[in-house]
């Protein structure tokens, strides 16, 4: 049971990419994926929470608007797209089954955000 985040990089100011984690050993299908991330000195926090099916997604108030997940059932796997990319958005970003408390975790990706 395992989750495996990639697609982070290095990008511009206003730049954008694309998140994917990959789901082994469970299906997503009925769970939600939590996007988290921990910036340089600062604590973890949550930018999203996607629900697989019932389109339920909240998104930290800094990242709505420009962050948008999504999900490819046959792929199982989940997205964030993030667009206008800001120095502020540097940090590790990680997913996770579940949004409250999660168990399973994937391994951190960096995205810098940086002229």
Known sequence: VQLQ???GGLVQPGGSLR???AAS???????????FRRAPGKGREMVACI??????????DSVKGRFTGSNNKDKNTG??????????????????????DPQVW???TQVTVSS
Not at 51 to 60: I, K, L, T, V
């Open 19 to 21: 998140l994917s984690c």
């Open 79 to 100: 997205y964030l797209q993030m667009n206008n990319l800001k120095p502020e958005d540097t940090a590790v970003y990680y997913c996770s089954r579940g949004c409250v």
């Open 25 to 35: 050993g469970f299906s997503l299908d009925y769970n939600s994926i939590g996007w």
């Open 5 to 7: 985040a990639s697609g």
């Open 51 to 60: 629900a697989w099916r019932d389109g339920s997604d909240s998104y930290e």
């Open 106 to 108: 994937g391994q951190g």
